[in-house]
């Protein structure tokens, strides 16, 4: 009954609201457009344990509440309303600024999934991270029905392979049409992982161009706001998909001029090259014997590592701000110390990082260091930020029930500093206050702040407290892989036995409970902080 009324009365308030909605267009304002979200993806063959990998880190200011949605079942003839709008509401049932714009055929059955602002993880293992690729504005068409997020919610409800998610999204783009920025989703399933990158069509048509290419199983992706799928092989269905006028397009708006070798990335892209510090970053990382050289016009769409991966290489990638290296921001924020000599006497100086240094300094800290010293902080786009909504690293296994085959690490606010939470392909409900938004204000109730006010003090002086935190993050997160080998034999036993229902309840307390234990533990490090910091910063 209580879903019956919010859906009547979401009904009731689009009636009144749709005229507010955002345009697309205003996405251009926000200070991130562009630069918002990594994926990470890991073929089964080049992973440790067989998993195939996704990931997502939502860097800017999206929606961070998240539940769980029920799989359901539909008469005959039922419709489905899609939206416009969900990215930035406040809680599930805020209707706020949230436009229908039209409706297509339900499905008579579709599964459960968890709703984060980009849709995620079903219960059947299909799995989507995703990146914004933008591309020229000349191909956005509004009227097109499809956000990239409205496409996600539907590939996850319907579909239980990566095949066959982008056959569904290809169709509804042909048929709806697609009303979004150039956008990259990396989808996997319990075999393989695609990265899909789909642009509009262009002003005079609401329909959209996209490709597809498959992950070689030994190899390693990453998608970071940049169009990668370079040339089509039109012969190997088997790694490439593609919408049937993905080449008329590009000729038809100039786009490609039909002679020289077609590229996906550079006819629709709207870049000089296929990719920027995150892309050569990771994959000479996870394969330094290729040499990558930052300065080449192209890097390879994929590597073979040269060690298999682990997910929890993946979490340390997603920690990852080039310290060490010519591009790490903190290397020029250094200061002189006095040596002294057990009579107090001066004996030479040290050279010492600075307390406050941090490799997450805003725009305002930039501009200040650099007026001190011209050059000091030369900005890098690191994969972790301190303005990350949320993330998630999917890892899918095939040998394990679908009930936990999917785990998802998830964590709030910057992955650089928070502790890692297991969420389940079998998980059916999630803490309470995940289903309060915390980016358009302070929120008490809602879980990001649980972290975001510890990570965010702790900056103040990196240097000193950063050991502290790190050794927390690293604590759960072994904490949450030995609980988790527990809890995944316990489940196993309670399916085998027919308890579905016990092991969901399981699963369920398993989340809420690790959960509270670190958010109490980043409570009490926002303590500690204000406890040293007491007397000023």
């Not at 990215?87 to 999934?113: C, H, M, S």
Request: one cysteine or more.
């Amino acid at each position: 009954m209580k879903n019956f009324l919010i859906a009547i009365f979401a009904i009731f308030c689009l009636n009144f609201q749709a005229s507010v909605a955002q345009s697309v267009f205003d996405q251009v304002n926000d200070p991130y457009f562009g630069e918002s979200c990594t994926s990470i993806m890991v073929g089964k063959k080049a992973s440790t344990d067989g998993s195939v990998i996704t990931s997502h880190t939502c860097d800017g200011k999206y929606r961070t509440w998240l539940q769980v949605e029920e799989a359901q079942k539909f008469d005959k003839d039922t419709s489905l309303t899609i939206y416009k709008g969900k990215l930035k509401t406040e809680t599930p049932w805020d209707q706020r600024n949230v436009k229908a714009v039209g409706q297509i055929p339900q499905v008579k059955e579709t599964f459960a999934y968890l709703n984060t602002a980009y849709p995620c993880l079903n219960e059947k293992q299909l799995a989507i991270g995703e990146t914004t690729i933008v591309g020229p504005k000349e191909l956005v068409n509004e009227n097109g029905m499809f956000l990239i997020e409205e496409l996600e919610h539907l590939a996850l409800a319907r579909c239980s392979t990566a095949r066959d998610a982008i056959k569904l999204i290809g169709s509804l783009i042909k048929e709806y049409g697609y009303g979004d920025w150039g956008e990259c989703i990396t989808i996997a399933d319990k075999k393989e992982v695609w990265q899909l990158e789909i642009f509009g069509e262009g002003p005079d048509k609401i329909g959209g161009v996209w490709a597809a290419q498959r992950i070689p199983d030994n190899h390693v992706a990453v998608s970071a706001n940049i169009s990668r799928i370079g040339i089509i092989d039109k012969k190997d269905s088997d790694h490439f998909m593609y919408s049937d006028n993905v080449f008329s397009v590009a000729k038809a708006l100039n786009r490609w001029d039909g002679k020289e070798e077609f590229k996906f990335w550079k006819a629709y892209g709207k870049v000089k090259k296929p990719f920027k510090i995150r892309e050569f970053f990771i994959l000479n990382t996870l394969a330094p014997s290729l040499h990558l050289d930052f300065e080449a016009d192209e890097l390879p769409f994929s590597v073979q590592p040269d060690q298999k991966v682990s997910v929890r290489d993946v979490i340390a990638l997603y920690r990852e701000t080039y310290e060490g290296t010519k591009y790490d921001m903190t290397q020029n924020l250094k200061v002189i110390k006095k040596k002294l000599n057990e009579n107090k006497e001066e004996i030479g100086v040290d050279t010492l990082m600075a307390a406050n240094a941090h490799p997450w300094p805003n725009k305002d800290n930039r501009a200040l260091y650099n007026s001190l010293k011209e050059g000091a902080v030369e900005y890098q786009r690191t994969v972790a930020v301190s303005w990350c909504s949320y993330s998630h690293i999917i890892q899918l296994r095939d040998w394990l029930p679908d009930e936990i085959g999917g785990r998802a690490w998830f964590s709030f606010d910057n992955p650089g500093q928070s502790p890692r939470i297991p969420i389940y392909s079998g998980t059916s409900q999630l803490p309470e206050n995940f289903q309060y938004c915390g980016q358009k204000r302070y929120r008490d109730d809602a879980a990001i702040w649980q972290y975001r006010k510890a990570n965010k003090l702790a900056t103040l002086q990196w240097q000193t407290t950063r050991k502290g935190m790190m050794e927390e993050v690293a604590y759960f997160e072994q904490k949450g892989f030995d609980d988790a080998e527990v809890i995944e034999t316990k489940v196993q036993e309670l399916l085998k036995e027919g308890k579905e229902q016990e092991a969901k309840v399981l699963l369920n307390k398993f989340t809420r409970d690790f959960t509270g234990a670190t958010m109490l533990r980043w409570k009490e490090l926002e303590n500690s902080y204000w406890s040293k910091f007491g007397t000023g910063f």
